[in-house]
Each structure stands twice: as C-alpha cells, then as structure tokens.
C-alpha cells in the first residue's frame, strides 16, 4: 500500500493534502480520489508502472475525496468507481482490492454516505474522515452530519479492535481505541458545556459558539457554529433541550 497526497494542501487537509492509498496487485484500488490536481494523477500513474488503475474506492462524497474522480476517469476510463451512484457501496460487503479483500463498513455521521474500508488480513481500517490525530472530526449538521450516528460509528469501529486507522487526513493512528476513547469523551464533554451555558442563559448558536471558542479565525466559524448545531440536534432528539424561535432551552422536570 502506497501513500500519495493528492496536492491540495490547506490547514484542514494537511501540508499534502488528503491522503489517498494506493493497493497494488492483481486489482490496483485507489482509496479516495483527491480533488484532480494532474501532479497527484501523475504521481499515481508512476506508482503504478504501467499497470491500469482498475478501481477508486470513495470513503464518502465530500469534494476533497471524490472532486478527483473525473479526472482519475480521464486518464483510465475502465476504472470502476465504488460508493457514487450507482455503484453505492453496501454494509458489509467484501471487495477484491489490489491483492486484499476489503470489508466495506457504514460509518454515516460526518457524512450520511461515510463508509470505512477494512482489510480483513491486516485489520487496518482505511477511515476516511471517521477520525484523525491531532485534532477531532467536523460533523456538518448543515449539510448531512449527524452526531448521533458519528458517536454510533465511532464505537462500532472501536469494537472491532483493528490494529491500524488509515485515515484521509494526517498520519496513520496506530493506537484506535485511545483515540477513539477521547473521540467519545471530548463529545460528552461537550455537550455537558452547552447543557451548562443553556442553564446560565446563553440560548443562541452564535453566543453559545462564542463562549466555547475564542479567536475562531474566520474560515472555521462556520464549522464551529456547525459542531454547535450538531450538539443541540441530538440533545433535542435525545428530548433534552427544544428549540423555540431560534433559541435553544433544556429541557427540564
């Protein structure tokens, strides 16, 4: 398994950009497309020494690991493309992936297409945005995530105790149930922070959002609003809080 950045570095995707994973052998996979940068097309076909990539597996339709497909397609026209219509992955299903077969796992929350890729011989998890290192998982609640089934994902991957997480983002986690565990607990965590600013009568996204971060640089308060509504969505669900006008209110006798 080769590692090639798909060039698109920023301070969400790393100094390369988004990981994508190169699995040689009698069926050459590519894990996640990249976002098209013809250096990161490039890189693959030299990886590949003249073999033709047979297919692209999407960890979950957000653009920076599924932007690159037409431009993969492009170069090799036979490839078959797993996870986009109509070639949805199913839960559980096994794929021939270079020389391994993969076990395609349903991990919705930070995208309700999110799937994770395990190889049954090594026990690494290709993770996509299930998880990284040094920091935590974006759930969009604008726009598909739901914390609820993120929390879900997180501990069914975590029972399957794999060795490895390869994840879209950042170096590989070599130690899954820890950060996992603090996955878990920075999200109780969290929540426990709204419950308390609702009780002080901070009833509002964006005053919520204020107390819980400071000196958000612009390009990440939408994100953080995001993580917010996330939070307040799965307390309403969870019958804890409700939303009246805009403003948010525990939920309580």
Same mark, same amino acid.
């Given at each position: 398994?080769?590692?090639?950045? @798909?060039?698109?570095?920023?301070? +969400?995707?790393?100094?390369?950009? !988004? !990981? ?31 073999? @033709? ?10 653009? *920076? ?10 170069? +090799?026209? #036979?490839?078959?493309?797993? !996870?986009?219509?109509? !070639?949805?992955?199913?839960?559980? %299903? #096994? ?17 309700? *297409? ?5 190889? %049954? ?20 609640? #604008? ?28 170096? @590989? ?22 419950? %308390? ?29 995001? #993580? ?14 409700? %939303?009246?006008?805009?403003? +948010? ?5």
């Amino acid at each position: 398994m080769l590692i090639i950045p @798909a060039g698109n570095p920023s301070p +969400w995707t790393g100094p390369g950009g !988004n !990981n994508t994973y190169l699995l040689q052998g009698s069926r050459p996979t590519l894990v996640d497309a990249g976002v098209g940068e013809p250096a990161h097309v490039r890189a693959v076909a030299q990886a590949l020494g003249g073999a @033709a990539l047979a297919q692209i597996l999407v960890t979950h339709s957000h653009p *920076d690991h599924v932007k690159g497909v037409p431009a993969l397609i492009e170069r +090799w026209p #036979s490839a078959i493309v797993r !996870n986009v219509a109509p !070639n949805a992955c199913r839960d559980g %299903e #096994s794929i021939q992936a270079g020389d391994a077969t993969l076990r395609a796992l349903h991990t919705p929350g930070h995208a309700p *297409d999110h799937f994770c890729f395990l190889d %049954e011989a090594t026990q690494e998890i290709y993770c996509g945005d299930l998880a990284r290192l040094g920091g935590t998982i974006v759930i969009p609640a #604008s726009a598909g995530g739901n914390l609820a089934h993120y929390l879900d994902s997180l501990r069914r991957i975590r029972s399957l105790q794999p060795r490895r997480l390869l994840p879209g983002h950042g170096p @590989a986690i070599e130690d899954p149930a820890a950060v996992i565990d603090h996955y878990l607990a920075h999200r109780a965590g969290r929540e426990a922070q709204i419950l %308390e600013l609702l009780r002080t009568g901070i009833r509002s996204i964006d005053g919520i959002v204020g107390r819980l971060y400071t000196d958000l640089h612009p390009t990440v308060v939408r994100a953080a609003r995001d #993580s917010v509504l996330a939070h307040l969505i799965k307390l309403r669900d969870d019958r804890r809080v409700v %939303e009246r006008d805009g403003e +948010w209110h525990e939920v309580t006798g």
